[in-house]
């Protein structure tokens, strides 16, 4: 059975705290994506990454970086946690290449930043 | 530029009750197009999918059909259950792997 697990369903950080969220993929996928979930804006994109150390800017990155330095982990990094940054974090994969693909989606992580 | 626009929800129906929830899209090229859904505590999920022009997904009673003429992929079911309660996202992927999903639609089915 394909995995995409990310390292917390919940989280409770502090304004200004560092904070790692982890997302690892079983399935030998290329691709791998980070998007937050917030109630009347569905999805948003703010990073991905095609290849290894290789990452793209989406359309939200403002506050946020990322690291791949392994194929299966995609990491999401709050350099200075906010708490405008209080939402839903989706993790997702899809193979390599083609308009066709499905994405693969983890379950979530929850971070509220008090 | 590419974009997706679906029905703001919720939307309630009573059990059995027909299911339509609508999609358009703007896109360039020839996208494929996807119905993802999300249960209460959970991540997204594949539901269904089309790959050109007037093909039909379908999977699990839910059927959506790719109307390149209408740029529309609405989704329908002909008896809804309590089971099918979620968050339904209409989504587009153009010739390369970003996807674009819409705000979603929350369904909630009556016993």
């Known amino acids: 059975d394909v995995k995409v697990t990310q390292s917390s369903r919940y989280l409770v950080k502090r304004t200004g705290e560092k904070v790692f969220l982890e997302c690892v993929q079983d399935m030998d996928h290329e691709n791998m994506f980070w998007y937050r979930q917030d109630p009347g804006l569905g999805l948003r994109l703010i990073y991905f990454s095609y290849d290894v150390k290789m990452k793209e800017k989406g359309d939200i990155p403002e506050g946020y970086s990322v690291s791949r330095e392994k194929k299966e982990r995609f990491s999401l990094i709050l350099e200075s946690a906010s708490t405008n940054q209080t939402s839903m974090y989706l993790c997702?994969?899809?193979?390599?290449?083609?308009?066709?693909?499905?994405?693969?989606f983890g379950p979530g992580t929850r971070l509220t930043v008090l | 530029g590419n974009s997706v626009t679906q029905m703001e929800g919720p939307v309630t129906l009573s059990e059995e009750a027909f299911l339509t929830i609508n999609c358009t899209y703007t896109a360039t090229g020839y996208p494929s197009l996807f119905w993802y859904v999300q249960y209460p505590g959970e991540g997204l999920q594949l539901l269904l999918k089309?790959?050109?022009?007037?093909d039909k997904g379908s999977n699990k009673g839910f059927e959506a059909t790719y109307r390149k003429e209408t740029t529309s992929f609405h989704l329908e079911k002909g008896s809804v259950q309590v089971s099918d309660s979620a968050v339904y996202f209409c989504a587009l992927s153009p010739n390369f792997n970003k996807f674009y999903f819409g705000s979603g639609t929350k369904l909630n089915v009556k016993p």
């Open positions: 997702a994969s899809s193979p390599a290449a083609g308009p066709y693909n499905e994405q693969f």
């Open positions: 089309a790959t050109k022009a007037d």
